[in-house]
């Protein structure tokens, strides 16, 4: 709508500055004027109060609750500079609608910020008046008061809620919304049937309907859009009544509602059949807006009289705007929507038979499973797919065994698990397989593929039990139906070696996934996508096990595989791939390349897969541990802050993701001298991971390290010390005496001993550590220099200067060719100082 519309009969009224997602105006609008005059005295009483509350609109269907709340817009938009409707009938809709006012409010949109900040954003703004203090929001079908009262701003602006569920009254001041006046009901069919009928005949006609708003809308168009005298649309509606009467209806759907409606379809089938046809199929959809383009291509199977209108273009649209015009459905002609009011498409469904219903379903199913919305795995068609998410359910798709519709039903798990609606990807996986398993049975080969999809989700919720038990069963069937080199069955050998890290047993998920690679390249060859993932898995493992220079190889092979693949590249994986690189990087010991590596990574996620994506806070947490490595405390700080703050909002305190991200952050804290912060969070991590992975998983007893990192700084040596011979028992028992945590570990072991007084042995543990160290990642590696700058002081302190003034000078020129004196490592050698060495969790 643009500033100089000019409603017809009323004044030039200026827009709001910030006017979104508003539904166009009724222009047969009518009546309702104590409604709104109630309505706008009460908002505009409320905003002198206190605390404002806001004002609902409840009442069944079809007496025009959303139109009144349209209504409202339009006349008093011009005493507001916000305006924003909110479809709020699917919860998790309203924070998305939300999070797009964020830029018009000059707050950092959804893409950099993500969807819950920017949205928490938005109502910060809107509750201090900043930039604006006059807007209005309306939530549209708000059907659960307790989806919507926490997030409802309370001041200094309006809030209107639409709603069937009268609980609202309790909550809020309600508006209850009637049927009409039998003076609005005639004024309204004059006014929409124009010169076609007399006042006292539009009286008759609203005694007839009960002066239901939306029966009344159906009849209006039919008499303008038939040329029907009321006379014979009463005589037809009578015919209707008395048959629905005797018939029984549930109580839900009113009498005159049903009958106007039958009259409606009962005309059109007799001027347009087709239409009805049309609108048969759009009443097992969901009551969303259904795309176009689902209707614009007839795929096998569908009846002939179906196929033949789909596929006519100039038919269809013809049936689409004939459902408009008798007020059936409701076109979004930019939009390219069709969409049908969920009273009229629970009267279409009970007027078929059950036959008639499952065939009508079925065809359905068969238009969603032939729109081609491409690769759910590519970011760019997930608006695609989102679009078809609030038709999954209502649709019954699970309830099909046709291999095409299966395979669109996977395309959308598939897409739920790229996009990170890890919770929703579970649930709809676990409705595949129940119904699929008991329509074609455990082992069928849908029901392998979905448990398989349903594993990788359960590895990102961290439920990795559960995830090890599905997948050894999955790789059991998949091997007898398959064969041992089907896609399926190396997938799942792919997911074993996850599950392997899961439980701590690095060694074995290394020789897994490099069986997997093997039979990978074999069959596919190096460029496959999956001979590239396993790449990256491998990479992983040879991480974990401290061999960073092979790790790093892998990555930058997965990273320029997936860069070969130029416009067919899948930028999740690659996005996966550059950050792997840029963590492979940092722990091969150049920091600010992979501060580089990594700030590419970061961004590209960003854009790419949204602020909130697990995959790029994980994407986030490492190039935080870079920065502060590379001594960029501060802005290490704010993303490590940032990146912890969203996990723990959007997966909760027990998550892998959110464990990962407060170690690192604690880690950043200590560095800063924050101690009794750091503590508190790396303890409590700590705590949380042996519940969470078990207690004899490498991760969680590296994590004892830190906690004893901790206590010394508070000065509590002797229990640092036990913390740390405990971490390193474990650890050597798990990994070996020869690898990176377990030699971390003892190096902060030395400077336990060292300040309990005991030099000489600490610096016989010094001296083995920074043998094996050297060995393992070479002398001039930073965790190297840090044993050999640490022994050292031990050296120089257990009166042995020689040694110590050699060393010392070796260290010296190893910073200088490295990270050079001016870093903070080296400023803490140059004093003489310990230096600790932390643990940061990477991904498993």
């Not at 409603?7 to 009224?13: L, N, Q």
């Not at 176009?292 to 096998?300: C, F, N, S, T, Y």
């Not at 789909?310 to 069709?338: M, P, W």
Request: proline share 5%.
């Amino acid at each position: 709508m643009s500033e100089e519309e000019v409603e017809a009969g009323t004044p030039k009224m200026r827009v709001p500055p910030v006017w979104g997602n508003i539904p166009p105006r009724n222009k047969n609008f009518t009546g309702r004027e104590e409604l709104l005059t109630a309505l706008r005295e009460g908002v505009a009483g409320k905003v002198t109060a206190v605390v404002p509350q806001p004002h609902a609109l409840h009442g069944l269907g079809g007496v025009g609750k959303t139109q009144m709340a349209v209504e409202y817009i339009y006349r008093y938009r011009h005493t507001y500079d916000v305006v924003w409707w909110i479809p709020s009938d699917q919860p998790f809709l309203v924070k998305t609608t939300l999070a797009d006012l964020a830029p018009h409010l000059g707050l950092p949109p959804a893409a950099v910020s993500g969807i819950d900040d920017a949205a928490r954003d938005v109502l910060d703004a809107l509750r201090r008046g900043k930039p604006y203090d006059s807007w209005l929001l309306v939530f549209d079908n708000a059907d659960q008061p307790e989806d919507l009262f926490d997030i409802i701003p309370q001041d200094p602006g309006h809030v209107l809620i639409t709603s069937r569920n009268h609980r609202w009254a309790s909550l809020v001041d309600a508006v209850p919304v009637d049927v009409f006046r039998r003076d609005e009901s005639v004024d309204f069919l004059v006014k929409r049937v124009r010169a076609g009928i007399s006042a006292d005949d539009a009286a008759r006609l609203a005694e007839q309907l009960g002066d239901l708003p939306l029966a009344l809308e159906q009849a209006g168009a039919l008499l303008f859009e038939r040329g029907m005298s009321v006379h014979e649309y009463l005589e037809q509606l009578g015919e209707r009544t008395s048959q629905l009467l005797s018939q029984g209806r549930p109580v839900e759907y009113p009498v005159p509602m049903t009958a106007a409606w039958s009259v409606s379809v009962a005309n059109l089938n007799e001027s347009l059949p087709e239409a009805v046809d049309l609108l048969r199929i759009c009443a097992f959809f969901g009551s969303e807006p259904i795309p176009r383009d689902v209707l614009g291509r007839a795929p096998q199977g569908l009846r002939p009289q179906l196929a033949g209108l789909i596929g006519d273009t100039i038919r269809l649209g013809r049936a689409v705007g004939e459902l408009g015009r008798y007020a059936l459905a409701r076109l979004d002609i930019t939009g390219r929507t069709i969409q049908v009011h969920r009273l009229v498409q629970k009267l279409v469904q009970d007027e078929l038979s059950p036959e008639e219903r499952q065939r009508i379903q079925h065809e359905v199913h068969l238009l969603l499973a032939g729109y081609d919305a491409g690769d759910p795995g590519d970011e760019v068609n997930w608006p695609k797919y989102a679009a078809l998410l609030g038709h999954l359910e209502p649709s019954g798709v699970a309830g099909s065994a046709v291999p095409e519709v299966r395979g669109f039903a996977v395309r959308m798990l598939r897409y739920l698990f790229g996009s990170g609606d890890y919770e929703s990807a579970r649930k709809v996986a676990d409705g595949y397989i129940e119904h699929w398993g008991a329509e074609s049975g455990p082992e069928h080969p849908d029901v392998i593929l979905v448990k398989l999809e349903l594993t990788n989700t359960l590895r990102e919720l961290g439920q990795y039990d559960a995830a090890t038990a599905l997948n050894a069963e999955v790789l059991a069937a998949a091997e007898r139906v398959h064969g041992l080199d089907d896609p399926v069955t190396l997938r799942s050998l792919r997911g074993t070696g996850a599950d392997l890290r899961a439980v701590g047993d690095f060694p074995q998920a290394l020789r897994r996934d490099e069986e997997a690679l093997r039979r990978y390249e074999a069959k596919y060859g190096p460029a496959d996508s999956g001979t590239l993932r396993a790449y990256n898995n491998l990479a992983i493992d040879y991480g974990l096990m401290s061999d960073y220079k092979k790790s790093k190889e892998l990555y930058q092979r997965s990273y320029s595989g997936w860069q070969s693949h130029g416009a067919g590249m899948v930028k999740s994986s690659f996005i996966n791939a550059l950050s792997g690189l840029a963590r492979a990087v940092r722990l091969s010991g150049d920091y600010s390349e992979a501060c580089d590596l990594g700030n590419d990574a970061y961004a590209m996620a960003q854009e790419v897969l949204g602020a909130e994506h697990n995959w790029t806070l994980r994407t986030g947490k490492d190039l935080s541990v870079a920065l502060r490595m590379h001594g960029e405390y501060e802005e290490a700080e704010e993303l490590a802050m940032q990146v912890q703050d969203r996990c723990v909002r959007l997966y909760g305190t027990d998550s892998p993701d959110t464990l990962a991200a407060a170690i690192s952050l604690s880690n950043l804290w200590r560095t800063l001298g924050r101690l009794d912060e750091a503590t508190g969070l790396a303890a409590d991590s700590a705590s949380r991971y042996t519940e969470v992975l078990r207690p004899d998983h490498p991760y969680t007893l590296a994590c004892l390290g830190n906690v004893a990192v901790l206590r010394r700084s508070q000065g509590d040596p002797e229990a640092a010390r036990k913390l740390n011979e405990r971490a390193l028992a474990g650890l050597e028992a798990r990994l070996g005496r020869d690898h990176d945590y377990t030699l971390t570990v003892a190096l902060n072991l030395a400077g336990d001993l060292a300040a309990l007084g005991e030099p000489d042995a600490a610096c016989r543990l010094g001296e083995e550590t920074l043998r094996r160290l050297r060995a393992l990642v070479g002398d001039e590696h930073p965790l190297a220099l840090t044993a050999a700058a640490n022994l050292s002081a031990d050296l120089k302190a257990s009166g042995r200067a020689d040694a110590a003034t050699e060393l010392i000078e070796r260290t010296r020129a190893g910073y200088r060719r490295t990270l050079g004196l001016n870093h903070p490592d080296a400023v803490v050698f140059m004093e003489g100082r310990h230096k600790d060495v932390d643990f940061d969790p990477p991904p498993l």
